[in-house]
């Protein structure tokens, strides 16, 4: 499994932060019941606090990479976090007296490096014969190529997770062997314990990612 994480968090959990605390070995398990899933890559970035946003998303993302690394198949991977104050043309356009379009000052926030790092990742894996079956949880078209070649390269199975909604044309042109799409009630039912304890102690879910609308669950350690 290859999770583009900031794709994830865009499309299904941003908004939602009852969703945020989600244990990637429980979803697995419930979206694909039937296979064994030996490996979970997930792809993301440090994020930093950017004015105007929560400051703490970069301390809460931190606790959740913390309770992701007490899951024995998840490796992490990390692109970087980037937010560039940049001039961009107004929309809708609006003409200076010169005729050249007017431009404002933006701040403009990406993420770099994670998709090339996941489209990599399952190239590489797929040549090498590590799996059976490659399933990529994005809706994200920029990885055709990558799922082609390890269709037709490799010769391996290809799966779709799409996190909410419809699926990319292009991603569907590849023609993908097994597609599933992540229901919000999946996220919920795929959440971490409240309280987890690795190495380092015991450590809890961010106070700002609890709801009265998620399900309770008995507290409980975790391996580490």
């Not at 090498?128 to 490659?134: E, H, I, L, T």
Request: charged content about 30%; aromatic content about 8%; glycine content about 8%.
């Amino acid at each position: 499994m290859y999770i583009d994480g900031f794709n994830l968090f865009r499309r299904a959990l941003q908004g939602h932060d009852e969703r945020k605390w989600l244990d990637l070995e429980a979803l697995c398990m419930r979206l694909l019941p039937g296979y064994d899933v030996g490996q979970i890559r997930y792809f993301t970035a440090r994020v930093r606090h950017v004015e105007g946003n929560d400051p703490r998303a970069p301390q809460n993302q931190e606790r959740y990479l913390r309770a992701l690394g007490t899951l024995p198949s998840v490796s992490l991977h990390f692109g970087t976090f980037r937010a560039d104050k940049r001039w961009m043309a107004m929309s809708p356009i609006e003409l200076e007296d010169s005729g050249r379009p007017r431009r404002v000052r933006v701040r403009k926030i990406e993420e770099k490096g994670t998709d090339v790092s996941l489209a990599a990742h399952m190239v590489s894996d797929a040549m090498r014969g590590v799996a059976d079956a490659y399933f990529l949880l994005s809706n994200d078209s920029d990885f055709v190529e990558a799922l082609r070649i390890v269709r037709e390269r490799a010769g391996a199975e290809i799966g779709l997770i799409v996190p909410g909604g419809k699926a990319a044309r292009g991603l569907l042109d590849v023609g993908i062997d097994e597609m599933r799409v992540v229901r919000p009630h999946v996220l919920l039912e795929s959440q971490f314990p409240d309280r987890i304890v690795d190495e380092s102690g015991a450590f809890r879910r961010p106070p700002s990612w609890r709801s009265a609308e998620a399900p309770l669950r008995r507290e409980g350690p975790r391996a580490g």
